[in-house]
């Protein structure tokens, strides 16, 4: 893969960026390593020690509150003296609860995560960390920079879209990552072929909320005209998309995303319940009805797509004929995966104050949307054994001679061939499942 000339690393300054949550995320800690790459800093060398840390948070659930501060309690006994940055979501929504974390010197809202030069050259403050966490505006840039570079990745991820201005009941998004907005389409372009430059092999575009794409630009865009923008040029990589709301797959962009060439057969969509009380509940605007007219109608025009959905269990009111709506209709539809999330109640949003569910039956209900979500994903497999696709080629697999990669559809394969074939696609033929991969040939 291509590479850019480099300022001379800053003598013994290296970071390493811890990244939980979504792919949005992970494009985010691309970014503030691009920014620490140009100003000089280097990524840690192996049995080295890092001179910063960086932890950029998720707070979508819980859960995900509590990985952090469990990663940020560990990183201060392991580096007691390194300083540790805190960053994303979770530092967006509580900075008190991070500021009270050990080893903190400075907690950085999602505006503020951009432009880290600052940040490196301000002072130390003693007495406790410093915070800059920012409120999120009405009327909010598109932050900057765009990742460039994905160590290690065959695949770069392009953040398109940022915030959300939906407010479902149980969500905190839109409160930590802001309004909707995009990135100019002229900007897109000037960011594909940059990664086309770099050899790039796929690039997958990402967003809060991808489907809103250009609805906050003057004049108005959409997904569907980007992707129509993006298809009058012959690029060199295929095209994936992150997450899509179902009830934006209108008929303009299903006929785009079928006319895209190189696009890759594979949608994710939160369905969260197939409950039709439960999505009013939770403010969702769409009916179960109207879910399964879009997965049938992607369906028709994509017959080998990878369909993963976003399953939210133990909502609070969801009764047991509730639940075997929603189990139900994930069985009837061509799912390849499930993404199964226990309802986590957020603060400061309408669900938190709704009476929940006993944990324990929250946590039965997901572990039966798990087995179905592995139970689907088994037949999407089996369904593909003898079908050709295409396989990105990433890297080695552990048994020598042998390659791994990921097929346009989303199917983890392993396939022999020599190192020369990384950074490839190749038309591949899927002979047999090997535990959670796809034994292939190429073709």
């Known amino acids: 893969m291509a590479t850019e000339n480099r300022k001379p690393k800053t003598e013994n300054r290296h970071f390493r960026i811890i990244t939980f949550g979504c792919k949005v995320n992970q494009v985010d800690s691309a970014g503030m390593a691009q920014e620490l790459m140009d100003l000089g800093w280097g990524g840690v060398p192996e049995g080295c020690a890092p001179n910063l840390l960086v932890v950029n948070t998720c707070t979508v659930t819980g859960r995900a509150d509590q990985q952090a501060r469990q990663a940020v309690r560990r990183l201060a006994r392991e580096f007691p003296d390194v300083p540790v940055w805190v960053t994303g979501c979770y530092a967006q929504r509580a900075p008190g609860e991070v500021a009270a974390l050990p080893g903190v010197r400075l907690i950085l809202g999602n505006r503020e995560k951009v432009g880290l030069s600052r940040w490196l050259a301000a002072p130390g403050r003693e007495g406790g960390p410093r915070l800059a966490v920012g409120a999120l505006p009405e009327k909010e840039p598109f932050p900057a920079p765009l990742a460039r570079h994905f160590p290690g990745q065959t695949r770069a991820r392009l953040k398109v879209q940022e ?60 997904l569907a005209g980007l992707l129509g923008s993006l298809s009058t040029r012959a690029w060199p990589f295929r095209l994936r998309l992150s997450s899509l709301e179902p009830q934006e797959l209108s008929p303009a962009l299903l006929r785009e995303l079928a006319a895209c060439p190189n696009l890759c057969p594979h949608f994710h969509l939160p369905l969260q319940s197939g409950a039709a009380p439960v999505l009013a509940a939770m403010h969702r605007p769409y009916s179960p009805e109207d879910f399964l007219e879009r997965v049938l109608e992607l369906h028709r025009l994509f017959p080998d797509a990878a369909l993963g959905l976003d399953i939210l269990v133990g909502f609070p009111g969801e009764s047991d004929a509730d ?48 087995d179905l979500g592995r139970a689907k994903k088994q037949q999407f497999y089996r369904s593909q054994v003898g079908k050709v696709a295409e396989v990105l080629v990433e890297g080695p697999a552990p048994q020598a001679g042998w390659l791994q990669g990921l097929s346009a559809n989303y199917l983890r394969v392993c396939l022999p061939g020599p190192p020369a ?19 292939g040939e190429v073709v």
């Open 323 to 370: 639940f075997a709506a929603t189990r139900d209709l994930v069985q009837a539809l061509p799912v390849t995966y499930l993404h199964v999330f226990p309802f986590s109640p957020r603060p400061g949003t309408p669900a938190a104050g709704m009476p929940p569910l006993p944990p324990g039956e929250i946590r039965t209900r997901a572990k039966i949307m798990r």
């Open 163 to 222: 915030g959300c201005s939906h407010h479902c009941s149980y969500c905190i998004v839109p409160q930590v990552r802001g309004p909707a907005r995009s990135l100019p389409p002229d900007a897109v372009m000037a960011a594909c072929q940059g990664l086309a430059d770099l050899g790039y092999q796929e690039v997958v575009l990402t967003g809060v909320d991808l489907g809103q794409y250009g609805r906050d630009l003057e004049p108005s865009l959409s």
């Open 421 to 439: 074939w990384q950074n490839r696609r190749l038309k591949t033929r899927f002979l047999k499942i090997q535990g959670e991969m796809m034994v």
